[in-house]
């Protein structure tokens, strides 16, 4: 039997694979999780390196500045180095303890592979009663399973995306206020292939 452990090596992660794992990792990582003692300040600087990476990477892939993009590529070294170090240490406290592996976030090397295609995401309701953000309700496919939420202002036409760990409401907020926005999501694990929901169009407060 194999034995189970998370896998440490992010090197190899697209930008997508990267943040998914990266924030699932420090959000299933955090101090009140009894399952694991972190050593040093490494889970804090895993949080603020992925912190770094994000705000760089975001910033590369707006100007595309040469400069930006070596900054964003300097931060992803980084966080792929802090990663793989709390990654192994939650391997040797977990000691192949499924559950206690899952509840670090971090993705088991058993399921590393593409999970195939995953079924339509379901979205239940959106509803928008705070200035600049919006409630999104959706109908699960599986806890352990993320959600990918596309958004697009019907308004000017620009468009963005994010990762959420799986809820059963996701709000989305830094949208603009009078706008109309046209929302969808997807299941998504470790798999490439999503298929998103029926869109769902609501006016923002």
């Not at 420090?26 to 490494?42: E, K």
């Not at 802090?82 to 499924?98: E, G, T």
Request: charged share 20%.
């Amino acid at each position: 039997m194999t034995q189970l452990d998370i896998a440490t090596d992010a090197s190899g992660w697209n930008k997508d694979d990267l943040k998914r794992n990266a924030q699932n990792l420090v959000t299933g990582c955090v101090p009140t999780n009894t399952n694991f003692t972190f050593s040093g300040t490494s889970y804090t600087l895993l949080t603020s390196r992925f912190g770094t990476w994000v705000t760089k990477n975001s910033a590369a892939e707006i100007s595309g500045d040469h400069i930006k993009v070596q900054e964003a590529e300097d931060a992803r070294i980084l966080l792929v180095e802090s990663y793989r170090d709390i990654a192994s240490q939650v391997n040797v406290q977990a000691a192949h303890d499924k559950s206690k592996l899952l509840s670090s976030g971090g993705v088991l090397t058993a399921d590393a592979s593409p999970l195939g295609v995953l079924p339509q995401a379901v979205i239940a309701k959106v509803v928008s009663t705070i200035p600049g953000e919006a409630s999104i309700t959706i109908i699960t496919f599986e806890k352990s399973i993320g959600t990918m939420v596309y958004w697009k202002d019907l308004t000017t036409g620009i468009s963005d995306k994010d990762f959420f760990a799986q809820k059963h409401i996701i709000l989305v907020d830094g949208l603009v206020s009078g706008h109309q926005y046209e929302f969808t999501v997807a299941h998504k694990g470790s798999v490439r292939q999503v298929i998103q929901s029926v869109p769902y169009k609501v006016y923002i407060q």
